[in-house]
C-alpha cells in the first residue's frame, strides 16, 4: 500500500510519509483479510 496525501497540513503530510514504514505481521494481514467485503454500491 502507499499513503496518498490528500492535506493541507504539514504535519498530517508528514505522518502520511511515515506510513510507508509501517509494516503489517502476518496476524495483522490475517486481520485485515477476515474483514467482509462492502456490499451494495458507494453512490
Not at 502507499?2 to 508528514?14: C, D, E, F, H, M
Request: glycine fraction near 10%; proline fraction near 12%; avoid cysteine.
Amino acid at each position: 500500500m502507499v499513503p496518498i496525501p490528500g492535506t493541507k497540513n504539514p504535519g498530517y503530510l508528514a505522518d502520511n510519509a511515515g506510513a510507508a514504514e509501517v509494516r503489517l505481521s502476518a496476524a495483522d494481514l490475517a486481520d485485515l483479510d477476515a474483514i467482509p467485503a462492502p456490499v451494495g454500491a458507494r453512490y
